[in-house]
């Protein structure tokens, strides 16, 4: 037997899962990021963090579950015993009782979302109780299905915990998908402020988490996509704190270089690479790094979009280690196709001064970073260029006149915001021939002929831009240009040049 023979099978690529617990029992390659568990410790008990999509903010979560879970004190060692934490465990491992709810699988339609939140939390109450039977007094589970709806049912539940001296640590994924989904329907705003203030249900909720803290809740650990939500129900939930732009959680969720570099030189060992460490990294940073999570962290370090590297590598190692063709993911893909609504509710606003079309055109916008703004206020344009940010379009890019200075950032961002621009065009009637563009592409690409591609983006504008679209001049050019060039297959536009 050769010595490539005698080493062991090369560690799973974990794309696209989110289980810990899989992923430690099934020999896949794991990120550790188990070091923030001291850090979330230290911080305050009712913790609060939003990132993009597809960044591993359930892996995390997931991550800390099983840390602090009661029932996997004998698998410490088997799930974490090689990882920082199980080097330096905390007083706290294995402690608690967790209720974990994850409100994406929520339907989040108005009409129904009271029922369907109910539905959720029933099932994994119902498994809360299943899984401490052993810890709980008998009949609990019966008791609480008694009880109407999640509100009553988490309050029971508290109050028996509290008795029997027990402590739960709540954790809520994507506590915002509610809002997400109707954001980009202006006239259920008025639906959606019943639910979140007030008497609504959903604040209801949150007040009773917030009551639990007084007794059997210890800590809660909430993630989602944008703060909106959050400072919806401020008054339902005003004692969590809110670490989305902490410096020392920048780096919690996605991968850093040296992290990149690390796991490329892994499955470099395993497999015939074509390219080298370096080389792969200059072909991955400009489409899935360049995130920045922290205004102080700026020029110090950047984040990689998880995701994104997990994909990319599993189809180089796919494709007999040859560069993918296509850089996008098809699932990222998807998830920003949700975010189009960003483009139509700039449009709404602002579309003689748009804020992506700014950003297209210019390079930057500039603009001070919330930390929360009701949804009623996302046009405001300091909510909508944070909003913008929290989704993961643009990322800080330094500072400009005192403002933050924000930046697209990485060309797979570029490519999904510029394709959503060139649907808002052919809604406003500015259209264009895809077979007829794509052939002259070809001709400028192999015959050095570009007179015809950019005539024909010149004739779109004459012909099909209204006169109010073409008074607003450069901007308007400039944008619908970047935004053509940008599906062409051989070359990447390029809108400002950084100094």
Do not use: W
């Not at 899962?17 to 850090?39: S, W």
């Not at 007083?91 to 009409?111: K, S």
């Not at 940010?389 to 643009?394: A, E, H, I, R, S």
Request: proline share 3%; aromatic share 16%; with cysteine.
């Amino acid at each position: 037997m050769d010595d490539r023979a005698k080493k062991a099978a090369p560690k799973r690529i974990p794309y696209g899962m989110m289980n810990f617990v899989a992923i430690r029992e099934n020999n896949c390659y794991y990120v550790d990021k188990t070091r923030f568990i001291e850090k979330v410790e230290d911080a305050n008990k009712y913790f609060f963090v939003v990132r993009p999509r597809r960044f591993g903010k359930s892996l995390t979560i997931s991550m800390l579950r099983h840390y602090y879970d009661v029932n996997a004190a004998d698998r410490f060692n088997r799930l974490y015993g090689d990882l920082y934490i199980g080097q330096h465990p905390t007083p706290n491992r294995n402690q608690y009782l967790i209720i974990y709810l994850n409100f994406a699988v929520i339907n989040a339609e108005l009409g129904n979302y009271r029922s369907a939140l109910d539905a959720h939390c029933n099932t994994r109450f119902s498994a809360f109780c299943d899984a401490y039977a052993h810890l709980l007094p008998d009949g609990v589970k019966n008791e609480m299905g008694n009880k109407n709806g999640c509100v009553e049912q988490l309050d029971y539940l508290c109050a028996v915990c509290d008795r029997a001296g027990l402590k739960i640590y709540l954790f809520i994924d994507e506590y915002d998908h509610f809002t997400n989904h109707i954001l980009s329907d202006a006239a259920r705003l008025e639906e959606y402020k019943g639910e979140t203030h007030g008497t609504g249900y959903l604040r209801t909720f949150f007040d009773t988490i917030k009551a639990g803290t007084d007794s059997s809740i210890d800590r809660v650990f909430v993630t989602g996509v944008s703060p909106v939500t959050l400072d919806d129900l401020t008054s339902g939930f005003n004692i969590g704190t809110n670490y989305s732009l902490a410096y020392r959680f920048n780096e919690m969720v996605g991968f850093t270089e040296q992290e990149v570099r690390e796991m490329l030189a892994y499955y470099a060992q395993h497999y015939e690479f074509h390219h080298s460490v370096d080389e792969l990294i200059e072909v991955m940073k400009p489409h899935y790094d360049n995130y920045c999570f922290a205004e102080e962290a700026y020029g110090e370090i950047t984040m990689y979009n998880s995701n994104m590297v997990l994909s990319f590598l599993y189809k180089y190692i796919d494709n007999k280690c040859r560069i993918p063709k296509q850089m996008l993911d098809e699932n990222i893909r998807v998830d920003y196709n949700k975010l189009r609504m960003l483009i139509r509710k700039d449009k709404e606003f602002a579309h003689d001064a748009s804020i992506i079309q700014t950003l297209v055109s210019q390079g930057f916008v500039t603009g001070e970073l919330k930390e929360g703004f009701p949804a009623e206020s996302i046009a405001d344009y300091n909510n909508f260029v944070s909003l913008l940010y929290y989704f993961g379009m643009v990322t800080i890019g330094g500072t400009f006149m005192g403002d933050t200075r924000f930046v697209i950032p990485n060309e797979v961002v570029r490519d999904q915001i510029f394709s959503y621009l060139l649907d808002t065009y052919k809604e406003n009637n500015l259209s264009y021939d895809s077979y007829d563009i794509r052939n002259k592409e070809r001709f400028m690409a192999y015959r050095g002929n570009f007179k015809p591609f950019f005539q024909y983006i010149a004739d779109s504008i004459y012909t099909y831009a209204s006169q109010r679209d073409r008074q607003k001049g450069e901007a308007f050019v400039h944008g619908y240009t970047l935004a053509l060039t940008s599906q062409c297959r051989y070359y990447r536009p390029i809108s400002e040049l950084d100094n």
